[in-house]
């Protein structure tokens, strides 16, 4: 398995494992947000936070992971079904994190669906933990 930066070349992989992962927010905004020109403009604003794992030339997992100079935020983790419990989704966000650190950041927060039951495993397994102290508000507009 390789790690490397997540170009706007990777899309339709990416944007086709997203569709296929369990967990992944499929409402019309957050698909709208998953178009090209929406993760082009991403990409160009956090060029060196996101990245893909592949083997044998096949994508088989990403992380867009990126800051507004303050806060820091975990966005599309996936790891294809197939390729799941072998470490790729923790070395996934060490490298978001890791890069994120790099670029002054001192906390990452992400966002997981409460009937995301596998996900929310995931990131209270590897150390994060649910924020309590906030609570989430939304506005349609």
């Known amino acids: 398995m390789t790690i490397k930066k997540f170009t706007i070349k990777d899309y339709n992989?990416?944007?086709s494992l997203w569709r296929k992962t369990a967990g992944i927010c499929s409402c019309e905004k957050c698909l709208r947000y998953d178009s090209r020109e929406e993760v082009?403009?991403?990409l160009a604003k956090n060029p060196e936070t996101c990245f893909i794992a592949e083997e044998n030339g096949e994508?088989?997992?990403?992380?867009l992971a990126g800051n507004d100079g303050r806060t820091a935020l975990i966005y599309r983790l996936a790891v294809d079904e197939k390729y799941r419990i072998r470490g790729i989704g923790r070395a996934l966000v060490k490298k978001a994190v890791e890069a994120l650190k790099r670029e002054g950041m001192e906390a990452v927060?992400?966002?997981c669906l409460k009937d995301n039951e596998s996900g929310n495993a995931f990131w209270e397994k590897i150390g994060f933990t649910e924020m309590t102290e906030?609570?989430?508000y939304k506005l349609k507009i």
Do not use: C, E
């Open 13 to 15: 992989a990416a944007n």
């Open 40 to 42: 082009t403009k991403f």
């Open 59 to 63: 994508l088989i997992g990403t992380v």
């Open 109 to 111: 927060t992400l966002f």
């Open 134 to 136: 906030a609570i989430t």
